[in-house]
């Protein structure tokens, strides 16, 4: 992907403890009615706080809030970070997020073929053409156009607007067009049963080039990933220390 982009990804279902929770994150988990959706978010902001501390290099505390449309702002030593954006998807038994030095999301979407059910409401004339062009799997194209729209919407922050899936316009340079914006389909990783789409807003005179990763090929070079998997590994496992700690501490001393 472009220089300032950067992404990792893991299964969910890997025994992650919870991140060491602010205020704000442990009052907003305990909304969540259903254990998988508690552990879905709990996996996303454990990796996404892991993903942030190592590439950008903080040291402080790492807090993930949701904006008033619902997508992830990174808060450093309570202080919003202005200039970092970042996206979290959980589905399909895999959880992902890319953080970025401009407008940036990504969308996990199942191939199990409910989307070619409402492809006719989702895609425009001549998309599914294009992207068969890389994916020959049709299931795998149209989530993968569905995955790259719904991306798209979340890093304009469109959510909460009218925006259709149907308004926004993949071209066959896998460009994205959402009225008069452009982005950039930088990757799709593509699993046997999941696709992963991630938009950005490109620089300026950056080239639109999308890397398609298949199943089985690391999403990043294998040094890389190493490392990034270990420092990811290091973060749970200090933010266990010191959850297990303050629970030690606040224990009654007569228990």
């Known amino acids: ?3 300032g982009v950067l992404y990792a990804e893991m299964p969910y ?3 992650i403890r919870p991140p060491l929770l602010s205020e704000w994150e442990s009052t907003r988990v305990q909304a969540f009615k259903s254990k998988e959706r508690r552990d879905r978010w709990l996996a996303g902001r454990a990796l996404a706080k892991a993903l942030v501390r190592e590439r950008l290099g903080l040291s402080g505390i790492i807090e993930i809030r949701d904006g008033s449309d619902g997508q992830p702002l990174i808060y450093s030593d309570g202080m919003p970070l202005p200039d970092a954006w970042l996206g979290i998807s959980s589905r399909a038994g895999r959880v992902a997020a890319v953080v ?4 940036v999301s990504l969308e996990i979407r199942p191939v199990d073929g409910s989307d070619v059910e409402i492809a006719r409401n989702v895609l425009r004339r001549g998309e599914l053409r294009v992207m068969r062009k890389a994916i020959t799997n049709v299931d795998a194209a149209v989530a993968t156009l569905r995955a790259a729209k719904e991306a798209a919407i979340r890093a304009m922050r469109l959510s909460d607007s009218t925006t259709a899936l149907v ?3 993949v071209r066959e340079d896998f460009a994205i067009e959402i009225g ?3 982005l950039s389909l930088m990757a799709v990783r593509v699993l046997e049963d999941a696709v992963v789409a991630v938009v950005a807003r490109p620089l300026l005179n950056e080239p639109n080039i999308t890397r398609f990763v298949l199943d089985g090929e690391d999403p990043v070079a294998a040094e890389p990933a190493t ?3 270990g420092a990811i590994e290091r973060s749970i496992v200090r933010a266990r220390r010191i959850a297990d700690a303050r629970q030690r501490w606040q224990r009654p001393r007569w228990a």
């Open 1 to 3: 992907m472009a220089a």
């Open 167 to 169: 308004d926004v316009e």
């Open 13 to 15: 279902t890997a025994n």
């Open 100 to 103: 970025a030095d401009r407008p």
């Open 227 to 229: 490392r990034l998997q």
């Open 180 to 182: 008069d914006v452009t």
